[in-house]
């Protein structure tokens, strides 16, 4: 079993990863907008990817059926051994070193929100480092008040996620609870994040020599992002 970082946990049947997400509940959450978010923020011809977390795959195997030439990262094992028809990489985001560079590198699951500085900007390095200088990078942030107005639930197909608490631990960092329920199963995930306003946001960016570019939906939750001038 991996170490579960400070501060994360999981609950639940099957393998957990370092930041006690459940390997066998990722395998059931289905893809969303996450292919045509990127390729609204693409540009025209791009084709290969760098997926930063690529999980059991659900955004992998979507972007493989569009054609495209994906890499895919993750520091579990046991999630990379549910990836099918990319390359796969076993790392850390923050420890990663390719020699190759992306049309587009993508930093989906709310991972910039990660609640230590230093974490955060080694992920943003870690994008800054592997993208073209002509591609992009695509950021998913949490949406306006996604720690607000708790209790909530989110249904999908096959269950439905419930995200229970956001408790604040000081320095701006709250430690979020959310429990999974599929197919009968159950699962709770404990782990911490911090909030960004739009400033905080662009500032920890330009620490890591990024700009955004556009932000692509109204809840500013897409974001492209370029290589700084």
């Known amino acids: 079993m991996a170490r579960i970082r400070e501060g994360f946990r999981g609950e639940g049947p099957g393998a957990f990863t370092p930041d006690g997400c459940a390997v066998e509940m990722y395998g059931m959450l289905p893809v969303r907008e996450e292919p045509d978010m990127i390729a609204l923020g693409a540009r025209e011809g791009a084709r290969t990817l760098l997926e930063l977390g690529c999980g059991a795959g659900r955004v992998t195997h979507a972007m493989v059926e569009r054609g495209w030439e994906v890499t895919a990262v993750d520091e579990s094992p046991e999630m990379l051994d549910r990836v099918r028809g990319a390359k ?99 699962w709770a995930h404990e782990f911490r994040s911090r909030p960004l306003t739009d400033p905080q946001f662009e500032a920890a960016l330009a620490g890591s020599d990024l700009v955004v570019d556009a932000y692509l939906d109204e809840h500013r939750t897409w974001v492209r992002v370029l290589p700084a001038p």
């Open 88 to 186: 796969t990489v076993l790392s850390t985001i923050e420890d990663l070193r390719l020699d190759e560079r992306f049309d587009v590198v993508l930093l989906g699951s709310y991972l910039v929100h990660q609640a230590e500085a230093e974490v955060r900007k080694a992920m943003l390095d870690t994008c800054r480092n592997h993208v073209a200088d002509d591609g992009v990078v695509l950021i998913q942030r949490e949406g306006r008040g996604w720690h607000d107005e708790l209790p909530r639930v989110n249904e999908h197909p096959r269950g439905a996620v419930h995200i229970l608490a956001a408790e604040p631990l000081g320095d701006g960092v709250n430690a979020m609870r959310i429990e999974y329920e599929f197919d009968g199963m159950r």
